[in-house]
């Protein structure tokens, strides 16, 4: 096994599916892309491709979390307990990141609206953009209650932010990953090992098929 990291760059992906064509790489299982994904299901004619997103218009096999439930549930929750005022530090903008839209898409139907594009803060990958986006949004909004993040360790910059400043605003993070377990702050655990269980098990499959796997928010309220 070989891990090929891209960070999005489209000249790296298509590099490694050249060499799945010509028989350099056997299988590939693709966690996140840049490339469309109608792009790469030609790739499959020269081997196995597990894609890990739901992929239902196109004939690929696939591992996926039903995201959008996911975050409609977790906003719904929200509503239900009064809480308008929200804020998201998210890693990459919906033009560019499938997650990002559906995240986008279920406040927009939670919410009845969508939310203001200056509540949603970019390139929160680390600690320190979490830190520095928390500041951001609590500039932004003086009323902010619930902040979204694209990961745990994001969302531990945030919490430790709000800490600092005294500010009552619950941070959820994604991932259920150490620093949500330390700080006790809450998550959405995607299962994410056994996604991976889920894909290599499809590359030794003949059959084209996709496996759904249960997503659940973790509540450390």
């Known amino acids: 096994m070989i891990i090929l990291p891209t960070n999005y760059d489209t000249g790296l992906e298509q590099l ?20 469309p994904l109608e792009q790469i299901v030609n790739y499959q004619k020269f081997a196995p491709i597990v894609v890990c997103e739901r992929s ?13 439930g996911t975050f409609k549930q977790l906003f719904g929750k929200i509503k239900a307990a009064g809480q308008t005022h ?12 499938r997650s990002t839209e559906e995240v986008l898409t279920a406040y927009a139907e939670v919410f009845g ?29 003086d009323q902010l209650q619930v902040v979204l993040t694209e990961g745990d360790t994001t969302a531990a910059g945030a919490y430790s932010e709000y800490q600092k400043s005294g500010t009552k605003v619950t941070v959820i993070g ?25 894909a290599v098990a499809l590359l030794a499959e003949e059959d084209v098929r996709s496996v759904a796997v249960p997503v659940e928010i973790v509540d450390r309220k």
């Open 56 to 68: 239902a218009h196109l004939p690929i096999r696939s591992v996926y979390n039903d995201r959008l």
């Open 174 to 198: 994604q991932g259920n990953e150490l620093p949500s377990q330390l700080l006790e702050f809450s998550t959405i655990d995607y299962h994410l090992g056994e996604v991976g269980r889920q």
């Open 16 to 35: 490694y599916l050249d060499r799945l064509e010509h028989q350099l790489i056997g299988q590939l299982i693709i966690t996140s892309h840049a490339l």
């Open 86 to 97: 929200i804020g998201l530090i998210l890693a990459r903008p919906a033009s560019q990141s």
């Open 113 to 141: 609206e969508k939310i203001a594009p200056n509540l949603v803060r970019y390139h929160g990958k680390t600690l320190a953009d979490g830190i520095r986006e928390a500041k951001q949004l609590q500039q932004i909004d």
